[in-house]
Structure formats: C-alpha cells, structure tokens
C-alpha cells in the first residue's frame, strides 16, 4: 500500500511544440486538504485529465488511489469524487431525482452526509435545477461529492462565479462536515483566501513543473519581504540573492527573496549602501504571486 494518494514520476506531456507538464515529479499524501496553485497555463487542468484516464501522458507515469490512472477499475472510479466550475447538471430533472440517480450509483452513499450538506444551502427537493442558482447547484454538488463518501475528492475552482455569500457557505460545508472516511481534497483555485482558510498544504506548479510543496506557514518561513532605500543605484536583479520581485515605489525599493538568512541579506543589503532597512510582514497571496512572478521571468518552452 503506498503512503501517496497522488503520484506521478517523470510525467510529460506535449501538444505539438507545447509542453503542458515537463517531467513533474509529486507525491500528494493521503488526508487533508491539498491546494494546488498556479497560474494559467501552469498544467493544473492536464495533470487531473490525465490522472483521471482521460488522457494518456507523453512520457511518464500516474498512480491515483495506488492504481494505475489508465487501468482505473470501475469500483476505483467511484472512490474518487470531481467538482468543476461549471456545477453541470440536468436542468430538466429536481434535485431529490438528482440525488436519487447518484444515490444509486455508489454503494457507500451517505445520506446524512449530503442531507448535513445541502442544509447549508437553500435548496429544495421538489425544484428543478434550471432553476436553482449558480451557489444552490454548487452547494448540490459539494453535497453529493461528500454524500459518495470518497478517498478523494478534486474540488477544480469550484467557487468561481459565486456571490459572497454562496461562496461563504460552500466553504464552510466544505471545513465542518464530518465523515467516518479521510476523504483527501485536492483543491484548485485561484482565490488566496480561500486557500489561507482551507488549505494543509500548498502544491505550487509553474510551467508543468512542481515549484513549491509545504504548509502554508513553512512556504511564507521561506519568503522574506524587505523594504529600503538606496544611497545610489539599487543593485542589479542578478546581483541579489534570491530575488522574487523587486519594485520602485515612491523612491523605496520593495524586495521579496526566497530562502535568504534575515540577518545575512540584511548584511549584504547594508554592504550596497541600502538604509532605513525593514523586514516587513508578506501575506500569502503576496508570497504566491512573487514565486509565480519570477517563474515567468526566465523564457521557456511554451506551454499549453
């Protein structure tokens, strides 16, 4: 049995000239609430095709639930639950004969579970779907996901489009719902508060690479943000050890380093003349989007 919930090892992928993933390298383990961060264009979406058996890889290979992804067993299928952005479901039928048909389609369905889930939202049995908001089909959908009682769960930016409130209660269905199994959460999203309150750990891809793997606080441990002026010219980016963005504002420059001692980078900050020197607090919207920043810097091959 293999520790990992997600595994891929030399994983390729190529679309012509493209390359969506450039021998990626991630083992996500098992339990919690995985947040899978990138800009577009980072191989988010050709990673979950390909670890679901919609599409084979170039090179390389992908276990999901320790089986192969292209020799998943029906009965492996339906341990693993999916929530996109669309919320797609059939607008002529209700929500009870929605829940009825994915009722039937999983023996370990929970009824508690979903009944617990969808009381978060205001959805009634007897309405169709077509009528039914954006944040109620979402809510239906979160609710039959966790009602499927499975080991893992792929939530693909599951709250865009959703109105503050929907967004709210899709959120705290999703933290405070109790199940019997350790349903693992892969979770997929651009919204950095959403990802500060639910997320264990943070799966960082750039360019169909793995840059960053850590909690929450050890990634921000690693991201130290300086703010000083320079009696003279400011040092070259090159130049600055660990530099993730640097920029001019109103004549002080802002800094943001990775994995730089506090004290060393002040030495050497003070050794090019900088003065009024001040470590300054990074939220994690801010430390993600410098590493992203400085990912794009460097001219690769394109990616799909």
Request: aromatic content about 6%.
């Amino acid at each position: 049995m293999t520790d990992y919930i997600i595994e891929t090892k030399s994983l390729t992928k190529r679309f012509g000239s493209k390359i969506a993933l450039n021998s990626l390298e991630l083992a996500i383990p098992k339990g919690g609430i995985h947040a899978l961060i990138g800009a577009n264009g980072a191989g988010k979406s050709t990673l979950f095709r390909i670890l679901l058996g919609l599409e084979a890889p170039t090179l390389g290979t992908t276990e999901i639930l320790g089986a192969n992804s292209r020799e998943l067993t029906p009965e492996q299928r339906g341990k693993i639950g999916y929530v996109n952005e669309e919320h797609t479901l059939p607008t002529w039928m209700t929500a009870d004969e929605v829940m009825q048909m994915q009722r039937n389609l999983y023996s370990g369905w929970r009824q508690d579970i979903f009944d617990n889930v969808l009381g978060n939202f205001d959805v009634q049995g007897h309405q169709k779907i077509s009528g039914l908001s954006r944040g109620e089909r979402a809510g239906l959908n979160l609710s039959m996901a966790l009602a499927q009682s499975p080991d893992l769960l792929i939530l693909d930016e599951p709250t865009l489009g959703l109105d503050v409130v929907a967004k709210q209660a899709f959120l705290e269905a999703l933290m405070y719902t109790e199940t019997d199994n350790n349903t693992t959460i892969i979770y997929c999203s651009h919204q950095m508060e959403e990802i500060e309150r639910v997320a264990e750990n943070l799966v960082i891809m750039e360019k169909g690479e793995l840059k960053y793997m850590a909690s929450p606080d050890e990634f921000l441990e690693r991201i130290h943000y300086w703010i000083c002026d320079f009696d003279g010219p400011a040092p070259a980016n090159n130049e600055i050890p660990g530099l993730l963005t640097k920029k001019s504002i109103e004549g002080q420059y802002h800094l943001v380093v990775t994995d730089q001692d506090a004290a060393e980078f002040e030495a050497f900050l003070k050794q090019r003349n900088a003065e009024s020197i001040v470590r300054s607090p990074i939220n994690l919207e801010k430390a993600v989007n410098s590493v992203l920043a400085q990912n794009h810097k460097a001219p690769k091959a394109e990616i799909a």
